[in-house]
T-cell receptor, first 115, second 107 residues
Framework: KAGVTQTPRYLIKTRGQQVTLSCSPISGHRSVSWYQQTPGQGLQFLFEYFSETQRNKGNFPGRFSGRQFSNSRSEMNVSTLELGDSALYLC??????????????FGPGTRLTVL | AQSVSQHNHHVILSEAASLELGCNYSYGGTVNLFWYVQYPGQHLQLLLKYFSGDPLVKGIKGFEAEFIKSKFSFNLRKPSVQWSDTAEYFCAVNMRFGAGTRLTVKP
């Protein structure tokens, strides 16, 4: 089975721009979660989707948004980029309706650099 | 507020030493506990998980963890570490992760 894939793997943007990251879950997984990983902060939970519905949301500003499509693929969007948004963005998929109750399988991440 | 604390940011051990990484949480509801590991250049992967039952759980590669409800803790242990255990270790409660502990094992 193919693992979780994320595109692009690397992105360089400038302040004020917007960015869209994509995630394809493992086949059969319908739950997708997004995390922001920065040194010293660990993984900060952004949001979770199941069956095209947002199930949970972390404490991030409204500039961070996401969606899930009928084929379970997910995208996250960050508008009006700030320098502090530079991070590794991880996507994870899970078999359960919510990853709170099951193992998550992580992708390689998208490294976003904001200049 | 929900939080997960990993008190050790960087642990350095020699091979064959015993390991214990601390994880404490603050959470008011049902907890499902996880330890994930990220080896250099690899994806995060599950080491072990606890949902219910025996509070001592065994995972892959000789790791184990003990859930102590009264202490809100879920510490990770390994009796004898190897150089290949060098990695970053993350504790998670439901979907919330700690800041991670970097483990360096000297050969």
């Amino acid at each position: 089975k193919a693992g979780v894939t994320q595109t692009p793997r690397y992105l360089i943007k400038t302040r004020g721009q917007q960015v869209t990251l994509s995630c394809s879950p493992i086949s059969g997984h319908r739950s997708v979660s997004w995390y922001q990983q920065t040194p010293g902060q660990g993984l900060q939970f952004l949001f979770e989707y199941f069956s095209e519905t947002q199930r949970n949301k972390g404490n991030f500003p409204g500039r961070f948004s996401g969606r899930q499509f009928s084929n379970s693929r997910s995208e996250m969007n960050v508008s009006t980029l700030e320098l502090g948004d530079s991070a590794l963005y991880l996507c994870a998929s899970s078999l359960a309706a919510t990853a709170s109750y099951n193992e998550q399988f992580f992708g390689p991440g998208t490294r976003l650099t904001v200049l | 507020a929900q939080s997960v604390s990993q008190h050790n940011h960087h642990v350095i051990l020699s091979e064959a030493a015993s390991l214990e990484l601390g994880c404490n949480y603050s959470y008011g509801g049902t907890v499902n506990l996880f330890w994930y590991v990220q080896y250099p250049g690899q994806h995060l992967q599950l080491l072990l998980k606890y949902f219910s039952g025996d509070p001592l759980v065994k995972g892959i590669k000789g790791f184990e963890a003990e859930f102590i409800k009264s202490k809100f803790s879920f510490n990770l242990r390994k009796p004898s570490v190897q150089w290949s255990d060098t990695a970053e270790y993350f504790c998670a409660v439901n979907m919330r992760f700690g800041a991670g502990t970097r483990l360096t094992v000297k050969p």
